[in-house]
């Protein structure tokens, strides 16, 4: 078993309940998520908002280091997280923690779950679509991503009513993803 500092996949979360700032959603082009607290940045649209506070009904592990996001409401959001780690996790370790992985988002959708192999934006790791008992019919498309001692989770938590929306938000944060 690794050591260290937080478990590996430390704070998965759903049902997230969530304090948007700002109101209505701007005309204009793409924002960029910069929070300097997190590491990574990436795109979105003016129809989403930055997330001020997240409280979740449902968690795996240790709490994250760094929280934030961007929200369409109280229930619809791309929620990223970023974990350090005192292991490091590339591209050529990848597959010795999936197994690890996949055990703790399991637990989240609580029924056995394995994570498809992705890259985005440099970083290896592994994505997942599990459904979120509260708020009802939601869903989590989550992507765990690692770079070296950090793990970042980008969770994308839909309704039905928003999935294409949010569907759509996080493919563009995903393609869009940089180191900051």
């Not at 780690?85 to 999936?98: H, Q, R, T």
């Amino acid at each position: 078993m690794v050591r260290r500092s937080t478990p590996l996949l430390a704070g998965f979360a759903l049902s997230a309940a969530l304090a948007v700032a700002g109101c209505g959603g701007g005309g204009g082009g793409d924002k960029t998520f910069d929070n300097e607290d997190i590491g990574i940045t990436f795109k979105y649209s003016p129809r989403f908002h930055p997330i001020t506070d997240i409280d979740f009904g449902q968690t795996a592990g240790a709490k994250a280091a760094a929280q934030s996001g961007v929200a369409l409401d109280k229930v619809n959001a791309l929620i990223v997280s970023r974990y350090d780690l005192n292991v490091n996790i590339d591209k050529d370790n990848l597959s010795k923690f999936k197994g690890e992985v996949d055990k703790v988002i399991s637990q989240l959708a609580g029924h056995r779950v394995r994570g498809q192999e992705v890259e985005y934006g440099g970083f290896p790791g592994y994505e997942y679509v599990i459904n979120v008992k509260n708020p009802p019919r939601a869903q989590s498309r989550m992507a765990v991503l690692f770079d070296q001692t950090t793990e970042y989770l980008i969770n994308c938590q839909s309704t039905p009513t928003d999935r294409d929306k949010i569907e759509e938000g996080c493919r563009k944060a995903l393609d869009t993803l940089e180191t900051k």
